[in-house]
């Protein structure tokens, strides 16, 4: 998970959605809300998970689209390492 | 077990280590038990919290860890578990409810998910049964009851995170959980299972926007702990029926049992709501268990006065 973000949009229109559905079925990202990418909505709350090596692309592509988005996550690998630490003799 | 570390999250052996030993220094109130076997032939135990007692008591259910990557949901159960050791003989509230209710706590129940997700993959969500010859992994286990199954919200892709599996109750972790709950119905009066993120109490259903016949009252109960939830620690949860403020899906377990006859059927999804996801940071198990406490305590206390 190396440079993976997680980034936080919510579509305004129609056109917006269907955008996004479009980047999550042709890059294969990881929805983690909704879980299908069927349930976007305008409106809503999309939280996505963005490999590293797609991560340009994809805000490139949101930016042609007029999709505004925020980093939810900036590396996804930087809070795993956190929350589970390596020495495991440290939690006893 | 002194020394045990609630605030950081634990391996599954270190998991397994902590029933045990839960149950040999609780040894007048916990007991352990065989719930069944993983795909990747792991055993599955829960534990039961029985105060000993002649009368006739009725059952709490609480399962943790159907989704791999849901740390959080295990830490809770063991956090729940922690507490009511601690405070049963000091806490009214406890000492009342455990007279009249068994509590029955699955920590993990997707095992080899959860040692996956440690091991190899963060962010596994589903089990490991293999399909397409071993080419593609995991079913879903909150989309493999037999509650409307296959029908809505889910994916029969393998390499979907949503896949339903080959059918209902396909898969063995699931199977466990049924042949427990159905053996015990009549005596079980809420089912709680406990996911993240989201902060969220979903009530059934998921597979439609059809109210239960005690929607009113599951309602009225859930609202109940939110706002106890809300009150004292300012967090806030929203409520109310899956398909309608989340999303729709069929195969839960809450759908399923509710279907079954158990009248109070919750669906917990903790923390948080985006900033860290699924990758909660452990700084955050305390705030999350404390306030996640209030809340099912509150639902069991009114289950018990019912």
């Given at each position: 998970?190396?440079g993976?973000?997680?980034?936080?949009?919510?579509?305004?229109?129609?056109q917006?959605?269907?955008?996004?559905q479009?980047?999550?079925?042709t890059?294969?990202?990881d929805l983690?809300?909704p879980?299908?990418?069927?349930?976007?909505?305008a409106?809503?709350?999309?939280?996505?998970?963005?490999?590293a090596?797609l991560v340009?692309e994809?805000?490139?592509?949101?930016d042609?689209?007029?999709i505004?988005?925020?980093?939810?996550?900036h590396d996804?690998?930087?809070?795993v390492d956190?929350?589970?630490?390596?020495?495991?003799s440290?939690?006893? | 077990?002194?020394?045990?570390?609630y605030t950081?999250?634990?391996?599954?052996?270190?998991?397994?280590t902590?029933?045990?030993q839960?149950?040999?220094?609780n040894?007048e109130?916990?007991?352990?038990?065989?719930?069944?076997e993983?795909v990747?032939?792991?055993t599955?135990?829960?534990?039961?919290?029985?105060q000993?007692s002649d009368r006739?008591?009725?059952?709490?259910w609480?399962?943790?860890?159907?989704?791999?990557?849901e740390?959080?949901?295990?830490?809770?159960?063991?956090?729940?578990?922690?507490?009511?050791?601690?405070?049963?003989?000091?806490?009214?509230?406890i000492?009342?409810f455990?007279?009249?209710?068994?509590?029955?706590?699955l920590?993990?129940?997707?095992i080899?998910?959860?040692i996956?997700?440690?091991?190899?993959?963060r962010?596994w969500r589903?089990?490991r049964?293999?399909?397409?010859?071993g080419?593609c992994?995991?079913?879903?286990?909150?989309?493999?009851?037999?509650?409307?199954?296959?029908?809505l919200?889910?994916?029969?892709?393998?390499?979907s995170e949503?896949f339903c599996?080959?059918?209902?109750e396909?898969e063995?972790?699931?199977?466990?959980?049924?042949?427990?709950?159905e053996r015990k119905?009549s005596?079980?009066?809420c089912?709680l299972?406990?996911?993240?993120?989201g902060?969220?109490?979903?009530?059934p259903y998921?597979?439609t926007?059809?109210?239960?016949?005690?929607?009113e009252?599951?309602?009225?109960?859930?609202?109940?702990?939110a706002?106890a939830l809300r009150?004292?620690?300012?967090?806030?949860?929203?409520?109310?029926?899956?398909?309608?403020?989340?999303?729709?899906?069929?195969g839960?377990?809450r759908d399923?049992a509710h279907?079954?006859?158990?009248?109070?059927?919750?669906t917990?999804?903790l923390?948080?709501?985006g900033?860290y996801?699924?990758?909660?940071?452990a700084?955050q198990?305390?705030?999350?268990?404390?306030?996640?406490?209030l809340?099912?305590?509150?639902?069991?206390e009114y289950v018990?006065?019912?």
């Open positions: 998970y190396n993976d973000q997680v980034l936080h949009i919510v579509p305004e229109t129609l917006q959605v269907q955008h996004l479009h980047l999550h079925s890059l294969l990202l983690w809300k879980l299908l990418p069927e349930d976007i909505q409106g809503e709350d999309l939280h996505i998970r963005v490999p090596s340009q994809v805000k490139d592509s949101l042609q689209h007029t505004s988005y925020k980093i939810l996550i996804v690998q930087e809070l956190q929350s589970a630490p390596k020495d495991t440290s939690r006893n | 077990p002194e020394n045990y570390n950081q999250y634990h391996p599954m052996e270190e998991i397994y902590w029933m045990a839960i149950q040999k220094s040894s109130l916990v007991t352990q038990h065989y719930l069944g993983t990747e032939n792991r599955i135990y829960y534990l039961q919290i029985s000993p006739t008591k009725k059952i709490i609480m399962d943790c860890g159907i989704h791999a990557r740390w959080i949901s295990p830490a809770f159960c063991q956090w729940f578990v922690k507490e009511i050791l601690q405070n049963y003989e000091s806490d009214p509230k000492r009342k455990l007279q009249n209710l068994d509590l029955y706590i920590p993990v129940l997707n080899d998910g959860y996956y997700s440690w091991e190899t993959a962010l589903k089990n049964s293999p399909h397409l010859n080419t992994y995991g079913t879903d286990l909150n989309r493999n009851f037999n509650s409307s199954w296959g029908t919200g889910v994916s029969y892709n393998c390499s949503i599996g080959t059918g209902p396909s063995p972790e699931t199977r466990a959980v049924v042949q427990l709950i119905k005596d079980i009066l089912y299972t406990i996911h993240s993120y902060q969220y109490i979903l009530t998921g597979s926007t059809e109210p239960p016949s005690n929607n009252e599951l309602m009225h109960v859930a609202q109940t702990a706002a009150e004292k620690y300012g967090t806030s949860y929203e409520v109310g029926s899956t398909s309608l403020i989340l999303y729709s899906n069929s839960s377990s399923w279907m079954i006859g158990i009248p109070f059927s919750y917990f999804e923390r948080d709501k900033t996801g699924f990758i909660l940071p700084d198990i305390q705030p999350t268990c404390e306030e996640t406490m809340a099912v305590t509150t639902i069991i018990d006065q019912k």
